[in-house]
């Protein structure tokens, strides 16, 4: 029987992250264990690569505060790209609550510490961006250091590095069961054989729920479609420009290559493991891009380019990190809700400080403990896109 001091289930950024940090922290016996015959197949690979850190509270503020800087040294560290692109995000607001929103979350990201995001006015904005149809923008926030990541780089940088220092992956390999006593979890079974494991991460995305159910834990988290469509080239709006979000219908888009990526959160989504496109929402999506943007009303799309991913929602849309209650050896790194790609960094080193040291300084990780579902204690993020 193979044994590991950590098995980390699934090799997405997040089970990568994970493996850097602990890598990185002197632990050597790792082993990432993904199904998939490549890495990236889940979520990652079909992220818009977003980071920011104009969130509603603090924990994820927190969080985006080692990540983004962490990003922006990434090549430093360890030696590949991720290709960050400090472009910032703009929200537009279009009503005086949506202003009084921003405010409140403006204070308390000052307040934790982030220096380079500012409110602005509606004139201001139609100044930058004269291409947006502003009559009904009042103001907004902009955050310099926000911008973009390419999440399939991030991934590889992270697991190549920690490969590198020792770590162990196997692909195409499945976990069909976990054996646990008394004292905790004993070893994962796989479809290579039996691992030894001291320690168990499940970083499986939006398939956590099944894995978590393996070792006897209900975790609420559930799968939900988002769909994204990129254009052709396009070059009537610059493409110097930040993440762009309508507040009132939440409609964004950003740059991308030659042309622009655009993504929305359509209300009638429901829960489920679908990973197809459906053709019907290019004409959705058009429609809220056009009115907000009216050159977009030329945007050329081959939705044959478009593409489905999943999120992993969790009921308050804030990941579950921490020890499973009741099984010690059993980690949670689960239910990002679509922050997984920018928040990737701080949970490796949470999970990372957790698993080595039984504790961390980086955020109160109790706030995020899966036992807050069922004490009544959730923490609503308000900012999801």
Partial sequence: MKTADVVIIGGGIVGCSIAYHLTANGCGNILVVEREPALGKGSTGKSMGGVRAQFSTGVSIQ?????????????DRLGYPCDYRPQGYLFCATTDNHMAYLRTNYAQQVKMGLKDVRLMGGEEIRRMFPQLRSDDIVGGSFCSSDGFV??????????????????????NTAVTGLTRDATGIRSVETTRGSVSAGKVVNCAGSWAAEVARLAGVELPVEPLRRMLVPSEPFDEFPHTAPMIIDMSNGFHFRPEARGFLLAWNDPEETPGFKTDFDPNFVEKILTRAADRVPCFANLPVNPRRAWAGLYEMTPDHHPILGEAPGLPGFFLANGFSGHGVMHAPATGKILSDLILHGQTSLIDVSLLSLTRFAEGRMIHETAVL
Avoid: C, Q, R, V
Wanted: aromatic share 22%.
């Fill in 63 to 75: 969080m985006s505060l080692y990540s983004i800087p962490f990003y922006a040294s990434f090549e």
């Fill in 150 to 171: 390419d999440p399939y780089s991030a991934m590889n940088g992270f697991m190549t590095w920690a490969s590198e220092h020792g770590a162990t992956l196997w692909k």
